[in-house]
Structures are given as structure tokens and as C-alpha cells.
């Protein structure tokens, strides 16, 4: 692993600040195998940013990293998620001028090894897609679920 350089805060031009020197990523892991797709969740601990909410395993970039390897690395630390599951499929990007959040679509066939790997997460749930709708999210993620849903669904489409 490379130099972790990422943490920290900036306010970014929306006029909120939003964790992530360099912006941050997340990853989205849509479980094919199953008779519905399902998406990876975790609830986030408490006395995280945006703590007690459900959300996608994800965090700061560090400065040489690309979205990809960001929100992988972070699977892998908050899922125990190994990159060599994830076919990666798309990109959505949240952009805020002067810092961005990047949410990367990956699929899976079976759960990936997914479990709680770091004390950042409470839980970490395979929650059907059209019931996401139904948890309490973390605000990003709640402020974007309707464009990523649609994502989603052409990712699930094109395949």
C-alpha cells in the first residue's frame, strides 16, 4: 500500500465540508447470483462521519490514487472485500468543483467474502435494490440513490 496523504476535510464549493483532501470514492457491489440483484451495505459505527447510517464501504483518495483503486482498497478494508472479486462496471460521479465523490459499480457473483473487517461498520448487509429506498442512508448516498439506481440497472442491462 501506497502513502496515505488523503485525510482530512475540505470545503468544497457546494459550501458544505466533505471528508477527503484529494475527493473520495466508494464502492457499490451489486450481487448478480441471485434472483433479485442485491447491493452491499454497511452501517456505519456511530462515531463516524454520518455514523448510525447505512452506506457504501468508501473514503478519502489518497493523492496517487484513481477512483478504482480508492474504492477498493476501501472495500477491502471496510468489507474485507478482495479486488480480485469485482468486475468493475462503471463510474458515477458526484462533482462539486473543487472536490468530487466517485462511486465505482462493481459486480459479483456470491457475496465476496463480505464482512465486517474494520470497526468503522456496525453491520454490513446484501440488501435487495429496490429496497435500499427503505434504510436510513447516509445523506450522499440518499442525495444520489436515484441516479445510481439507475446505473445500476443499465450495468445489469449491458450484461
Do not use: F
Not at 53 to 77: C, F, K, Q
Not at 128 to 150: C, F, I, K, N, T
Amino acid at each position: 500500500m501506497g502513502h496515505r496523504d488523503g485525510d482530512g476535510w475540505v470545503l468544497c464549493d457546494c459550501g458544505r465540508p466533505h471528508w477527503g483532501s484529494y475527493g473520495a470514492a466508494g464502492l457499490l457491489v451489486v450481487r448478480r447470483d441471485l434472483d433479485e440483484p442485491h447491493v452491499l451495505l454497511q452501517l456505519r459505527a456511530a462515531w463516524t462521519h454520518g455514523g448510525a447510517t447505512w452506506a457504501l464501504p468508501g473514503g478519502a483518495l489518497d493523492s496517487h490514487e484513481d477512483p478504482v483503486t480508492a474504492a477498493a482498497r476501501e472495500a477491502w478494508e471496510e468489507a474485507g472485500i478482495h479486488p480480485s472479486h469485482l468486475e468493475v462496471v462503471g463510474i458515477y460521479s458526484d462533482d462539486h468543483g473543487n472536490w468530487r465523490y466517485d462511486t465505482v459499480i462493481a459486480h459479483v457473483d456470491g457475496d465476496a467474502g463480505a464482512h465486517i473487517a474494520n470497526p468503522e461498520a456496525d453491520e454490513v448487509r446484501w440488501v435487495q435494490l429496490h429496497e435500499v429506498v427503505e434504510y436510513d442512508l447516509h445523506p450522499g448516498l440518499r442525495a444520489s440513490w436515484a441516479e445510481l439506481h439507475v446505473h445500476v440497472r443499465t450495468t445489469l442491462e449491458e450484461r
